[in-house]
């Protein structure tokens, strides 16, 4: 019987280890995808906002100098770290004007890492400080 309880008990621990360890393995990318040299900044208009884990990401439309619109994608904090600083999931919503400023993707690839935005009426988001 004491056996039986201590295979239990080994196949109840090799069963949370499977079982919780992809969770655990997904590393965090960082944010070295990211120039982390120069900013850009644009004015835009959000089309959808998630505000998940490990990151945050605003999606946004930008109108080029020509009048091309351009879909972007901006990541930035977890919202554990962003709901002390105020946020909540309708923090941004569609058709929400606008301005964002991040470094742009490495690879060329329209997305950002966030470091700043700023509303129409002049507020500012804050974001959090581990960006």
């Not at 944010?31 to 906002?49: H, L, M, Y």
């Not at 999931?89 to 470091?115: C, P, Q």
């Amino acid at each position: 019987m004491k056996r039986m309880k201590e295979t239990l008990r080994v196949i109840l621990a090799v069963t949370a280890c499977v079982v919780l360890m992809p969770a655990s393995a997904e590393g965090h990318h960082g944010w070295a995808t990211f120039e982390s040299q120069v900013t850009v900044t644009f004015k835009a208009t959000v089309t959808d906002f998630h505000f998940v884990n490990p990151h945050s990401v605003v999606e946004f439309d930008e109108k080029d100098d020509k009048g091309n619109v351009h879909t972007w994608q901006g990541e930035f904090g977890s919202p554990i770290h962003l709901a002390p600083k105020g946020w909540t999931a309708s923090s941004l919503e569609a058709g929400d004007e606008i301005t964002i400023t991040g470094y742009r993707a490495k690879n060329g690839a329209r997305s950002l890492r966030v470091t700043r935005i700023v509303l129409s009426n002049g507020r500012e988001l804050k974001l959090d400080s581990g960006q």
